[in-house]
């Protein structure tokens, strides 16, 4: 039961460049999406949100855009540095539903080398 | 900065025995939560916890499974009797609100299990 699929096991960047992490979804109930980061023995730590009435959401270096109609997500990491190499979750929520749950994807892990 | 916590952070058990993951979630926070992550594979939902009962389960959530807040700050996951496959990183987490959009959920480090 792949909700939320990220196609991409790994990504490694340049530092100073572009970070595009890319993320899918099929439930058409998601009305909620987040992107969590996780570093080896830690928890996912929450990175940035966005709501499906919007499709764009910026808080500093990290962007999250929303295509709606294709049912697909990005986080843009501009520009990236080494300390952001870790693995990024894509997760995806039914607020409307009254579901509480946060369904992810596998992960991604970004690599960004000086 | 509050954060959640988790003990232990690695149990070693049997297969058939009985373990309990502890968590410590932030202390204004109402709703709770356990999500397990098997070795190579997605993090997924178990339990969502409010006002002393279970508000939303898994499949993967069955009768071997339950969860209680014995106290005001504990919240423990509680497996009767456990299989191989349950095996995995448990993570436990809280927020101030149930809905995913209007609070973010904040997760612990996590407690290995492996069982044997």
């Known amino acids: 039961d792949q909700q939320v699929k990220q196609n991409s096991p790994s990504l490694s960047v340049q530092e100073g460049r572009i970070s595009i992490l890319n993320c899918d979804y099929t439930n058409s109930m998601f009305d909620y999406f987040l992107w969590y980061k996780k570093y080896p023995a830690e928890g996912p730590t929450f990175l940035i949100s966005i709501s499906s009435i919007k499709d764009k959401n910026e808080d500093g270096r990290f962007t999250v855009f929303l295509n709606k109609s294709a049912k697909h997500l990005s986080l843009h990491i501009v520009p990236s540095q080494p300390g952001d190499s870790a693995v990024y979750f894509c997760a995806a929520s039914a607020n409307q539903g009254g579901s509480e749950k946060l369904v992810f994807g596998k992960g991604t892990k970004l690599t960004v080398n000086p | 900065e509050p954060e959640v916590t988790q003990t232990p952070s690695h149990q070693v058990t049997q297969m058939g025995q009985e373990v309990i993951l502890r968590c410590v979630p932030i202390s204004n926070h109402l709703y709770f939560y356990w999500y397990r992550q098997i070795l190579g594979q997605k993090v997924e939902f178990l339990v969502s916890?409010?006002?002393?009962?279970?508000?939303?389960k898994s499949e993967i959530f069955d009768d071997q499974f339950s969860v209680e807040r014995p106290d005001g700050s504990n919240f423990t996951l509680k497996i009767r009797s456990t299989k191989l496959e349950d095996s995995a990183m448990y993570f436990c987490?809280?927020?101030?609100?149930?809905?995913?959009?209007?609070?973010?959920?904040?997760f612990g480090p996590g407690t290995r299990l492996t069982v044997l």
């Open positions: 916890f409010y006002n002393n009962e279970i508000s939303e």
């Open positions: 987490a809280s927020s101030r609100n149930g809905l995913a959009a209007f609070n973010e959920q904040f």
